[in-house]
């Protein structure tokens, strides 16, 4: 019998490279191999603090190379599903993890160079698997080959644990990149950003020997305004809402969403997060330099999460986000209205509201949780002024003319004269 | 611009006199979720606080809330304030919406003088995503078709240029004529409600996905076309509370619209003697069965849907 006829329609090997890079920025596939060891170090402690675990970088125009001591990766893991394209059926997720699409770490080896090694060392078993690329891109097979492979080894102490990931023959682009200190300096600040909350638990991440700091998230608080504080539980996903007004940062002003602790979208301005919604939600303006929003997200399950792939933005119609997102305009709108009012007062010399700003202190956001509202002090408005300014062009000829005619000096004179001139006559009772 | 009650007095418009007491006839029913004291009733009271009066005198709801826009007759409007239980909050309702506080059963009536437009929408916007369930809210505008001098297809392009993106779709010029300006209005108004329910509900489980159901589909000129939109939101497992409050059905009220279709409120010129002639005969199911000394056939029929809700207006020296 013969074989059935079909259409061949498997993608080459190139072409599903050059896909999966395609829409990846450098940077943002450096931050995926740190997401590995992130959840690495969650599966070792849960949602106990990560004090004892680092994440080693080094960033070279040579070589990448990722080091840490959070768990290493079973073989099994390894041979099942680390190294496969996308999460197969059946694979384990790990609970509040921010690795969530199989793709990352493979994704980013394509993305640095044409030569990766992964050594791991795990409780029971260790691994290396090289690959050079253009090598498996001759070959039709989808596998990588394991080097090295030592399996029912006595266990091994936590702390001796861990993977390190090495990428050579980098691309032209990318170690023309990695030997700019101005591009190590951005990476290191992206990092600093997008791992805050893994920071804050006390993991160390360090770049070519400096270690990253963890930057504490906060809000003005004090007995006269009170941050705006909500949690709400939309299926398996717990959000928490913050907002209220920090110091005053032009940079950092918006909107910063996290999925599972990881930034996602920062300093966001844009109708996304409710800008412009429409009257009582207008377009970001420097005088809005003081808002701070934060919204996070968490789930065991990362697929639950409102995250893109390339985790740079929210899926913004993902139904989680967009039932959290109203929660947010709620939220933002006496904000808004507070910010409007504080400029306002900054132009009338208002000191008591200018000085309740002044005196607001920031707080950390864990010490948040009184107000589901923002609240400021609110004191009546001076009333508005009893006059209204007009101004107008006309003729300088004919200006001069009914300057003379009144016998008046000034422009000015001449407005106010002949407004009351008609006022008198037209609109006096 | 004058404030309003300084050129009309809200009290002796007769449409408007009906209407709040269809809508208060129906808010009474909302019982079925919470006792309607416990609610709390916003409103734009002006200086005359008509709605304030009524909702306080007939529902007992203590906990009322006016938002006037006019700050400059903050001391007229205070001094005008009907009962302590009214806070006033003088500022735009684009701004003093989101600063209430939103986690109590509210009703809330936005009737406003001016015509439709993006700002009365983010109002709306803003109640239906901050609205608890059990709770009803009513808006109203000027609904006033454009001048016959008009073009119509000028007159299109005026309103379509008002509401930009929250324009109905497949509007033509001879849509806005008579009273088919209240009808796109009242589309533009259940889109938005629409949009807004369905990002709520987007992440909520079924049983406590946002229902809202159309009450209030009032058509009524004062002098302008007006209109009336509004109804109630609740939870889907409230399904049966909602249907205890028997808003539709054979204990129903005549005036619930749950539909396109609108409940016109046309009043008939009566003098006072022919009303009490005629309420003396009221309720009757066979209206050619009453005396009707006189009065044309059509003004008894409309007289006789209206009279419960019917102002009395007398000239009194108080």
Redesign the interface.
Known sequence: MSKPRVVHAEPTKDFFIYMLVKDIPLNRAVLDLVDNCVDGATGLRGRRPFTGLHVRMEVTPQRFRIRDNCGGIPVEVAEKYAFRFGRPPGAKALDGSVGQFGVGMKRAFFKLGKRFVVESRAERDEFTVAEDVDKWCESPEWEFGFRKLKENLPKRPQKERGTTIEVTQLHEGVSEQFGLQNFRTRLREEIEVAHETSLGRGLEIALNGHVLQDRPRSLKQSADITPAFRERRFGDVMVKLYVGISRFDPRNAGWNVYCNGRLVLEADQSRGTGWGEGPGLPRFHPQYNMFKGYAFFEADDSSSLPWNTTKTGVDADSSIFRSARQEMLIMMAPVIRFLNRLDRARTAGEDWLLSAVEDAKEADLKRISDSETFGWPDKPKPPPPDTQRISYDRPREQVNKVKKTLGLRSSREVGETTFDYFYGRECKD | MTASFERVNYAVRPGKSIERKMLCGAFFRLSEFASVESYRYVGFGSAYFSDFILVHRLLGITNMVSIERH??NAKRVLFNRPFACIDVK?GES??E???L???VRSIVWLDYDGTLD??V??DV??IC??LVPGSAFAVTVNAQPPAPAVAPNDALAQVTKRLGDKMPENISPADLSGWGTAGVYRRAIDNEIAE?L????????PQQKFIYKQLFNFNYRDGQRMLTVGGVIYESGQQGLFDKCSFFGPQGLLFVRGEADPYLIDVPMLTYRELRHQDAQLPCSDLDGIDRAGVPREDVERYSRHYRYFPMFVEAEL
């Open positions: 700050e400059q003088f684009n701004d919406l989101p600063a506080d939103w986690g993006p700002s929408l983010a916007r803003f995503m901050s807004v369905a990002d709520r509900n987007a992440a909520r489980p």
